[in-house]
C-alpha cells in the first residue's frame, strides 16, 4: 500500500534531545528497503499560494492557510504493507519529535 507521510511543524515540539534521530539515516534506510518512494522538503511558507476558485473567481493569497499556525515543511511517499507498519516508520523519523507527522493511505478513484 502507498502512504502519504506529510511532515508538519508543531508548535510544541518534544524538549528531550536524548537520542535525536539523524535525518540522513532515516532516509537511507528506508531508502534501502523499498519502503521510501520519494520525498523532499518544501519552500518556505512565505513562498506558498493558496489557491481557491469562488463564484467563478479566482482568489488567490500568499502563504499556507492562514488559520493554521503549523505547516507542511515536507513530505514522503512510503511503500508499506499496512497503515500500522507506515506508522512504525513515521515514528523513527526526527520531525514525530520535532514536529508532527500525519500518514494518511492513498485513496483509489
Request: aromatic share 6%; proline share 5%; charged share 30%.
Given at each position: 500500500?502507498?502512504?502519504?507521510m506529510?511532515v508538519?511543524?508543531d508548535l510544541?515540539?518534544d524538549?528531550?534531545?536524548?537520542?535525536?534521530?539523524?535525518?540522513e539515516?532515516?532516509?537511507?534506510?528506508?531508502?534501502k528497503?523499498?519502503?521510501?518512494?520519494?520525498?523532499?522538503v518544501?519552500?518556505?511558507?512565505?513562498?506558498?499560494?493558496?489557491?481557491r476558485?469562488?463564484?467563478?473567481?479566482?482568489l488567490v493569497?500568499d502563504g499556507?492557510?492562514t488559520e493554521?499556525?503549523?505547516?507542511?515543511?515536507?513530505?514522503d511517499?512510503?511503500?508499506?504493507?499496512?497503515?500500522?507498519?507506515?506508522?512504525?516508520?513515521?515514528a523513527a523519523?526526527?520531525?514525530?519529535r520535532?514536529?508532527?507527522?500525519e500518514?494518511?493511505?492513498?485513496?483509489?478513484?
Amino acid at each position: 500500500m502507498k502512504f502519504m507521510m506529510f511532515v508538519c511543524t508543531d508548535l510544541a515540539p518534544d524538549t528531550d534531545q536524548s537520542a535525536y534521530p539523524d535525518i540522513e539515516q532515516w532516509v537511507g534506510e528506508n531508502d534501502k528497503l523499498g519502503r521510501r518512494l520519494d520525498g523532499d522538503v518544501l519552500a518556505a511558507p512565505a513562498e506558498a499560494r493558496t489557491v481557491r476558485v469562488r463564484e467563478g473567481r479566482l482568489l488567490v493569497s500568499d502563504g499556507p492557510f492562514t488559520e493554521t499556525r503549523e505547516v507542511i515543511v515536507g513530505y514522503d511517499i512510503l511503500e508499506c504493507a499496512s497503515i500500522d507498519e507506515a506508522v512504525e516508520v513515521a515514528a523513527a523519523h526526527p520531525m514525530a519529535r520535532g514536529g508532527r507527522i500525519e500518514v494518511r493511505a492513498f485513496g483509489t478513484l
